[in-house]
């Protein structure tokens, strides 16, 4: 397909348990966004990647999250120790060029529901 | 601070009239841009129109149009002669211009539910 894909669509883990999301961007797509969207609110920025440089990560909440990109394409979220409140879904976006004139939207994928019991 | 602001949680619309979405916006950034994204109940993000800040025209897509109001710092969101299949969230985002100038990250709203009646 040519749009961005995450897996798995769902994930349910224990509390403590680590879970590692997937995002694969458009092919050719220079830079990669992760977002997390709590329920009834809008997404919230967690990071963002430029090739595999993680050029900020200002967004993380803790240190019990992580992201790459090594290759500069697929990405991956590793959430570590998980809790409760990590539970939202989590959008990973992918948009052409790292220039910011014009429209240069970001393409977003299905995301990734995450329930933490 | 709020940087989004999506006043109406929820908004009706008889299928084939016009509706109005808000959206307001503070930023002390000369350039920036303004987005509106659709969310199905199925998740994904659908990106709509676009309106760049010195942009002097209003921006159109098809049944969408973006009223921009600079002075005001408004970008309302008007979908002309609504569909059943416009029944969504729609979401009002901000992207604006980092330190470095490269990192362009978007500032989301809360969004508003719309529900088209038939």
């Known amino acids: 397909g040519a749009g961005v894909s995450q897996s798995p669509r769902y994930k349910v883990a224990k509390r403590g348990q680590d879970v590692a999301l997937r995002c694969d961007p458009i092919s050719g797509h220079v830079s990669l966004f992760w977002y997390q969207q709590a329920l009834g609110q809008g997404p919230e920025f967690l990071t963002y990647f430029q090739n595999e440089a993680q050029l900020d990560k200002s967004g993380l909440p803790s240190d019990r999250f992580f992201a790459e990109r090594p290759e500069g394409s697929v990405s991956t979220l590793k959430i570590q120790r998980t809790q409760q409140e990590d539970s939202a879904v989590y959008l990973c976006a992918s948009s052409l060029s790292r220039l910011q004139r014009g429209v240069n939207e970001q393409f977003f994928g299905p995301g990734t529901r995450l329930t933490v019991l | 601070a709020q940087k989004i602001t999506q006043t109406q949680p929820g908004m009706f619309v008889q299928e084939k009239e016009a509706v109005t979405l808000d959206c307001t916006y503070d930023?002390?950034?000369?350039?920036?841009?303004l987005f509106w994204y659709k969310q199905p109940s199925s998740g994904e993000m659908i990106f709509l129109i676009y309106q760049g800040s010195y942009d002097e025209q209003n921006a159109t897509e098809g049944r969408y149009s973006l009223n921009f109001q600079k002075a005001r710092k408004s970008a309302n969101l008007v979908i002309s002669a609504s569909q059943l299949g416009d029944s969504a969230m729609y979401f009002c985002a901000m992207r604006e211009v980092a330190s470095g100038g490269s990192n362009y990250k978007l500032t989301f709203g809360k969004g508003t539910l719309l529900t088209v009646n038939p």
């Open positions: 930023t002390s950034d000369q350039s920036y841009g």
